[in-house]
């Protein structure tokens, strides 16, 4: 079974920075991505940014340019630099792992609030 574990919100000033950090733990298959999605109350989860096993990374234009994915060596941990943070970043930010074999294919981590202010 995988587990995802996040840490890193909090409650920052606008123009402020934050880094979340996400690990996989159990049996993650080598081919995956990792990502982070963001929500608010009443509103759809939103893709923020993703990045594959090969490195190739993809951002909603809404952050591009001021958030930054990056994933160690083993693969396993998946960080997300936010720079220039904006009142409307703020949001419960969940880490996402999608694997492409294995019986379940997708895995959710618990979230980690975070409340840029103005």
């Known amino acids: 079974q995988v587990q995802l574990v996040e840490s890193g919100g909090g409650l920052v000033q606008a123009g402020g920075s934050l880094r979340l950090s996400c690990a996989a733990s159990?049996?993650?298959?080598?081919?995956?991505?990792m990502g982070w999605y963001r929500q608010n109350p009443g509103k759809q989860r939103e893709l923020v940014a993703t990045m594959s096993n090969t490195g190739y990374a993809k951002y909603s234009e809404s952050v591009k340019g001021r958030f930054t994915i990056s994933r160690d060596n083993t693969g396993r941990t998946v960080y997300l630099q936010m720079n220039s943070l904006k009142p409307e970043d703020t949001a419960v930010y969940y880490c996402n792992l999608e694997l492409f074999s294995g019986s379940q294919r997708d895995f959710w981590g618990q979230g980690t609030q975070v409340t840029v202010s103005s």
């Open positions: 159990g049996r993650v298959f080598s081919i995956n991505v």
